[in-house]
């Protein structure tokens, strides 16, 4: 996945088991249809002091150990199976976790030709916590942020003809563990992930540009049979 969205308009949307005023923060945080890399993300994190905050953070994790606030890797998603002992991930698996709230993502439905968008959310409308893990950089002159990358694992719940692997999701108490750390091997994670009802339909390519973000991308459309430019929207726009 290389784009989703999180315009999650209803608190009761979030789950129950996090704090009322972190779902009426969800609810009330802006609405962003077409979030990629690099742009701006609302997530859930656990301070210390075990309280769970919503923080804006960029999406594509940039290691603390980074000369420069970016990375020439991809940083969007990490394989649950690899992030532990990856050098990019590994300290923010032991130490950073977090969750990230999204009405859906989209993910391109590759045995069609051309391949053609879809957007994945839940049957029952409710919001997906997808399981993430998040960095702080901070440069030599003070300056910082923060940024994050999403767990992808094998998802037998995404509806063909899409491949079934995205992001790992977590609901109730065990979304609770993973922010405060308590959940620490990728068994563990994969033992307490959630497995919601999922549903797809086609979107439009415009999807594809970075530079489109309106509630238009998430209505259902008739893919084409030709599609001038396509060859290069799918160069643009790569999925795992």
């Not at 701006?40 to 002091?49: F, I, K």
């Not at 307490?192 to 209505?219: F, G, K, M, N, Q």
Request: aromatic share 10%.
């Amino acid at each position: 996945m290389r784009r989703f969205a999180q315009a999650i308009a209803d608190p009761d949307q979030v789950d129950a088991a996090l704090p009322s005023v972190i779902a009426q923060a969800v609810a009330e945080a802006p609405d962003r249809y077409n979030i990629g890399k690099t742009r701006p993300a609302s997530t859930l994190v656990m301070t210390q002091e075990r309280v769970v905050i919503l923080a804006d953070m960029v999406w594509g994790l940039v290691p603390r150990w980074s000369t420069e606030p970016a990375t020439r890797y991809t940083t969007v998603t990490a394989r649950l199976e690899r992030a532990p002992k990856s050098r990019i991930f590994a300290q923010a698996w032991r130490e950073r976790h977090c969750l990230v709230p999204m009405s859906g993502y989209f993910k391109w439905d590759r045995q069609r030709k051309p391949a053609w968008p879809h957007f994945i959310q839940r049957r029952d409308g409710g919001a997906l916590m997808a399981a993430g893990l998040w960095e702080r950089w901070e440069g030599e002159d003070g300056a910082f942020f923060h940024s994050f990358t999403l767990l992808t694992a094998p998802n037998l719940a995404i509806p063909p003809p899409l491949t079934q692997d995205g992001p790992v999701f977590l609901k109730g108490q065990s979304a609770l563990r993973w922010l405060s750390g308590s959940i620490s091997s990728t068994r563990s994670l994969m033992r307490h992930a959630d497995a919601p009802a999922l549903e797809s339909y086609p979107v439009s390519r415009a999807i594809a540009s970075a530079d489109v973000d309106d509630y238009t991308l998430l209505e259902p459309v008739e893919p084409d049979e030709k599609v001038p430019g396509a060859a290069e929207d799918e160069e643009a726009w790569d999925d795992d």
